[in-house]
């Protein structure tokens, strides 16, 4: 006659699967209101008057005043020329 031994199967915790499937819910739901939601909380508040924006549009600008005051720094040299090596040897046969 043969014995058998079986183990106690550990009762499965339904607290805690409940309370993961809710964190999961609740991630995915802030996921959701923050990348995907239209912004329909954000009142986008324009001037009354835009005219400022249109005489600011066609103001024209002169940039060479601006570029010859700072020409003179930029001129200047800080350091010598680079010379550039020939690269690689006469003869490649030859020992080092």
């Known amino acids: 006659m043969a014995i058998m031994v079986e183990q106690d199967k550990k009762p499965v915790n339904w607290i805690n699967v409940v309370a993961i499937v809710v964190f999961v819910a609740l991630v995915f739901a802030v996921a959701y209101f923050i990348l995907f939601n239209k912004p329909q909380l954000i009142d986008v508040v324009l001037p009354g008057n835009l005219n400022n924006i249109k005489t600011l549009s066609q103001v ?23 010379t550039i090596p020939t690269p690689g040897r006469t003869n490649p046969f030859t020992p080092f």
């Open 60 to 82: 024209q600008v002169d940039p060479t005043p601006v570029v010859n005051s700072l020409q003179k720094y930029f001129t200047t040299n800080y350091g010598s020329s680079l």
